[in-house]
């Protein structure tokens, strides 16, 4: 059973990169500076090594994406502890930064359990990214060598994902080597065609493919785990086609979902394809208080 299912993993990739050769033929460049990096993170220290995590995929993706603008969103602030947004504004020039406090995560929030809103954060940055393309990132995510090679051609009608490798990591800098130990990897599978098993580590398309979708729905109040895919339904409502870059990589943790579905991820049916947001999604009716050079607060109205 496991060969056939590595055989069809094979296979599947494979697809992938037939495809990819057959469309990237053509297509006009597109500089690493054209696109914004969108990463959501909350100061809690998830996992027990966020900061250290987070740093490390920052360094990593940059690195490779030289020119390209980082948006941070730091979700449901805790006061009394240090803003990663601080440090990353030190290491990251040109780095954005948004801070949503907690009073503003309780007036949206419908679930107590639920500590983050991953998607009305990214919602947040699809409205104030100055970028053509839109690349949303998990915090404990790296591009493989293989996504470096191939993002410099993009169509905008088009989605693009990556096959899913989940690694452990030695707390050390992102190098090629933890791509390559392959007695490392903790679990991988490859996109399915609609790529509704992968965006939520990875997706990049259009910004104005996602301001036509709205972004993601504002009216899941008590969830995360199934949003990133129910996103790619209301994109694919336009007629977009999908793509596979390459790998990404993900640092495994003992919270990741891939190891359980639990309370901070919440539940929901999602019969609610097409919808759309009101005009001021994306929280772009909260006033912004700057509070360092690329640092800005949300208050509430």
């Known amino acids: 059973m496991h060969r056939i299912v590595r055989f069809r993993q094979f296979m599947n990739k494979l697809l992938w990169r037939i495809r990819l050769f057959l469309t990237h033929s053509g297509l006009a460049h597109v500089n690493s500076s054209h696109i914004s990096i969108v990463v959501v993170g909350r100061n809690d220290n998830y996992g027990g090594d966020f900061p250290e995590r987070l740093q490390a995929t920052i360094d990593w993706n940059l690195r490779h994406l030289p020119g390209a603008e980082l948006i941070y969103i730091e979700w449901n602030k805790i006061e009394e502890k240090e803003s990663d947004c601080l440090w990353i504004e030190k290491r990251y020039p040109g780095a954005k930064c948004y801070v949503v406090p907690g009073n503003i995560h309780k007036e949206i929030s419908t679930n107590p359990k639920m500590p983050v809103m991953e998607y009305f954060a990214k919602n947040i940055a699809?409205?104030?990214?100055?970028?053509?393309?839109?690349?949303?990132?998990?915090?404990?995510?790296?591009?493989?060598?293989?996504?470096?090679?191939?993002?410099?051609?993009?169509?905008?009608?088009?989605?693009?994902?990556?096959?899913?490798?989940?690694?452990?990591?030695?707390?050390?800098?992102?190098?090629?080597?933890?791509?390559?130990?392959?007695?490392?990897?903790?679990?991988?599978?490859?996109?399915?065609?609609?790529?509704?098993?992968?965006?939520?580590?990875?997706?990049?398309?259009?910004?104005?493919?996602?301001?036509?979708?709205?972004?993601?729905?504002?009216?899941?109040?008590?969830?995360?785990?199934?949003?990133?895919?129910?996103?790619?339904?209301?994109?694919?409502?336009?007629?977009?086609?999908?793509?596979?870059?390459?790998?990404?990589?993900?640092?495994?943790?003992?919270?990741?979902?891939?190891?359980?579905?639990?309370?901070?991820?919440?539940?929901?049916?999602?019969?609610?394809?097409?919808?759309?947001?009101?005009?001021?999604?994306?929280?772009?009716?909260?006033?912004?208080?700057?509070?360092?050079?690329?640092?800005?607060?949300?208050?509430?109205?």
């Open 126 to 301: 699809m409205r104030r990214s100055s970028r053509e393309w839109i690349l949303m990132i998990n915090a404990d995510c790296f591009i493989g060598n293989d996504v470096i090679k191939n993002i410099g051609k993009l169509n905008r009608n088009y989605i693009y994902g990556t096959h899913y490798v989940s690694i452990k990591w030695d707390g050390k800098p992102i190098a090629d080597y933890h791509m390559q130990m392959k007695e490392n990897v903790v679990f991988g599978f490859a996109a399915d065609r609609s790529l509704l098993a992968v965006v939520g580590n990875f997706i990049l398309t259009h910004k104005q493919n996602w301001l036509n979708a709205t972004g993601y729905d504002e009216r899941l109040t008590n969830v995360r785990a199934g949003v990133d895919t129910n996103g790619v339904r209301q994109l694919l409502q336009q007629g977009l086609k999908t793509m596979v870059l390459g790998h990404h990589f993900h640092l495994d943790h003992p919270e990741s979902i891939i190891h359980g579905v639990n309370q901070t991820h919440g539940s929901n049916a999602f019969n609610n394809i097409p919808y759309r947001n009101p005009e001021n999604w994306g929280l772009v009716d909260y006033p912004l208080k700057q509070i360092s050079e690329r640092i800005w607060l949300l208050e509430k109205t």
